[in-house]
């Protein structure tokens, strides 16, 4: 029992630890990036060190994109923006990608995302959660001769990043779970507890 209850007691740390410290790194980051930008050539011109400026800037670019974020103005500079960073070669590819999983992950746009399911990746025996997308291409289920569906794979624990593999139908199974708490379980390395009354069912 009690090691029992050592266990339930780290897991919990763990759950609770895991977005927090997953968090700072993130922000961490972007400091880190500000601050090597901007630190040096704001200190060439003032003379002297700064202790923190890569904290000041970083909140003050986050809330002044937010500010212009919100305003009619300023929603179309960043639809300006993403056009012209669209149309750039290799980097529109990048860009709009890693946005439209953003968008469909934190911005709840599950519409993207058409259901959780699980399939056998990368090879038999081997089960991870993806997400479907959309169908296959006409030309590859013909090829394949078989009715596909397009899946992204997420990495954990960091879902913007994964695979795009394509399963024949047959072999994909529908999770009872939504998107959403799919994300978390992939996010959360396993540790979310879900529970779930109906069995996986086959796709199709």
Known sequence: MLVRDVRKIFLTGLLVLIPIVGTITLIIWLFNMIDSIFRVPIENILGFRIIGIG??????????????ATNYLGKKIIYLVDKTICKIPMVSIIYSSIKQVIDTIFMKKKDDFKSAVVVQYPSKGIYTIGFVTADAPNEICQITGEKMKSIFIPTTPNPTSGMFVMVAEKDIMILNISVETAVKLVISGGLLHIENKNEPKKEG
């Open 55 to 68: 904290v000041v800037l970083t909140v003050l670019i986050v809330f002044w994109t937010g500010v212009i």
